[in-house]
């Protein structure tokens, strides 16, 4: 069984083997900063920071029969304030026309913006590439659980929410946006900027252009990846519009990945996600059932979450085989009476 809970500092060593792999942008090498990254989560769970919309909540996939930790997701509280904003680039257009040689051109353009009152986001997904195929589709549990859990601590995040994606990245791992612009203006590589981001934004509106940059001056390689994702990323982006999300022409002005966003109350896992006594175990006849999302209604310590297939019955929730039955009761640690949380997958 997959198990999802919160990460612990045992899983640093995982959490470093993931940074590594190759086209992960979205972690960072660093040990340090990886810890860092661990000890804000533990914070983030416990409720002890002063303002709670700095929250980031760090989910890990552990397989229990292993113990090892096969996938990470994350989802920030709030991406966007008047101290660190959010940035993006504005993807438009420019139509120019001259009756003089009756010839026009439609120019692709970027703008630089920003928002300090900023969203809640998902971010940080990286799969164990032994696991992506897996039967228990493993991507696809630790991707809903940050949805699960969004779902049932609604008064910890924003209304809007936020999904950053991987752009396509050259034969060198590097994004080719990031090569074309951001280089250029700021003389760092794309992991120095990303550093720097955790701790100052200042550069970004010091050193990036204010006005429109014209795409047409961009290599065909870095207008091709504008609002475009890498091929291990196109089933998330599938997910994502299938549940609610909407593309609305913004994108990372780092390296040109696309932003998803959605009003939480409208997300498909939201409006389904509901609560149920445990019913004793079911045995399975071939009568339809639903796989999802189970975890306890009320958690004072931690995040603990599976998936099992169940069916509702006069009210309660009965989970499909005793085998299954009794490996999440176990995992769990709940007994039939007690209520459930379940959330079912799209």
Request: overall charge neutral.
């Amino acid at each position: 069984m997959i198990v999802l809970r919160d990460i612990e500092e045992r899983d640093i060593d995982s959490f470093e083997r993931f940074s590594h792999i190759p086209g992960m942008l979205n972690l960072s090498g660093d040990r340090d900063a990886l810890r860092d990254k661990v000890l804000k989560s533990k914070s983030s769970f416990a409720r002890e920071l002063s303002n709670p919309m700095d929250s980031k909540f760090v989910f890990v996939a552990e397989d229990t029969g292993t113990g090892r930790v096969v996938g990470t997701s994350m989802i920030a509280a709030q991406h966007g304030t008047p101290e660190a904003p959010h940035f993006y680039f504005e993807v438009g257009s420019e139509q120019k026309f001259s009756e003089t040689i009756n010839t026009g051109f439609i120019h692709g353009t970027l703008k630089l913006k920003y928002d300090a009152n900023g969203p809640s986001e998902l971010g940080g997904l990286v799969m164990d590439p032994d696991y992506r195929n897996s039967e228990a589709r493993v991507g696809r549990q630790i991707s809903f659980v940050r949805f699960l859990f969004l779902g049932l601590n609604r008064k910890r995040f924003k209304n809007r929410i936020l999904a950053e994606l991987l752009p396509p990245l050259n034969k060198k791992g590097q994004s080719p946006l990031w090569e074309a612009i951001g280089r250029r203006f700021t003389s760092m590589d794309y992991w120095e900027a990303d550093q720097l981001c955790a701790k100052s934004k200042e550069f970004i509106f010091s050193l990036f252009p204010s006005g429109k940059i014209y795409t047409t001056f961009l290599p065909a390689e870095a207008r091709n990846a504008i609002g475009k994702v890498g091929k291990d990323t196109e089933p998330v982006v599938h997910m994502l519009k299938k549940i609610g999300f909407q593309y609305r022409g913004h994108v990372d002005p780092f390296d040109g990945g696309p932003h998803l966003w959605a009003t939480v109350e409208d997300l498909l896992p939201i409006k389904k996600l509901a609560r149920y006594p445990l019913g004793e175990s079911l045995v399975a006849d071939g009568a339809s059932t639903e796989t999802g999302l189970l975890c306890r209604a009320e958690q004072t310590e931690g995040f603990r979450a599976v998936s099992a297939a169940v069916r509702i019955e006069n009210g309660q929730l009965r989970i499909v085989g005793e085998s299954q039955f009794a490996e999440v009761t176990r995992t769990l640690s709940v007994a039939p009476g007690e209520t459930l949380a379940f959330m079912p997958f799209y």
